[in-house]
Nanobody, 124 residues
Framework: QVQLVESGGGLVQAGGSLRLSCAAS????????MGWFRQAPGAERELVAA????????FYADSVVGRFTISRDNAKNTVYLQMNSLKSEDTAVYYC?????????????????WGQGTQVTVSS
């Protein structure tokens, strides 16, 4: 089992920045791809960014390209999401998740472990 704990969410004005962290415990996640998802009220959970096991390749949703950066520190068993130039439409609960394999997948059902989520609210 893997436990994931997200942190770093909060209230920020439009144009501001936040850095989310996701710390894993229970076992190492260095051999698995990881992703950040978000879910706004009334919307489906969507993949925002993902990163391969080594950090050598990343994926971003079109809506966040150029503004968000995903990274990982395998020595710390932690993945990060740097969010810049935040917009009101970025408001959502953000979840990190561990994929079932080393490579990026966009399918939610291919992520085995999920955190509890952290709220990000962007005021306009």
């Amino acid at each position: 089992q893997v436990q994931l704990v997200e942190s770093g969410g909060g209230l920020v004005q439009a144009g501001g920045s936040l850095r989310l962290s996701c710390a894993a415990s229970g076992r190492t996640v260095s051999s698995y791809a990881m992703g950040w998802f978000r879910q706004a009220p009334g919307a489906e959970r969507e993949l925002v960014a993902a990163i391969t096991w080594s950090g050598g390749s990343t994926f971003y949703a079109d809506s966040v390209v150029g503004r968000f950066t995903i990274s990982r520190d395998n020595a710390k068993n932690t993945v990060y999401l740097q969010m810049n130039s935040l917009k009101s439409e970025d408001t959502a609960v953000y979840y990190c998740a561990v994929a079932s394999g080393r490579w990026i997948t966009r399918r939610r059902d291919e992520y085995d472990f999920w955190g509890q989520g952290t709220q990000v609210t962007v005021s306009s």
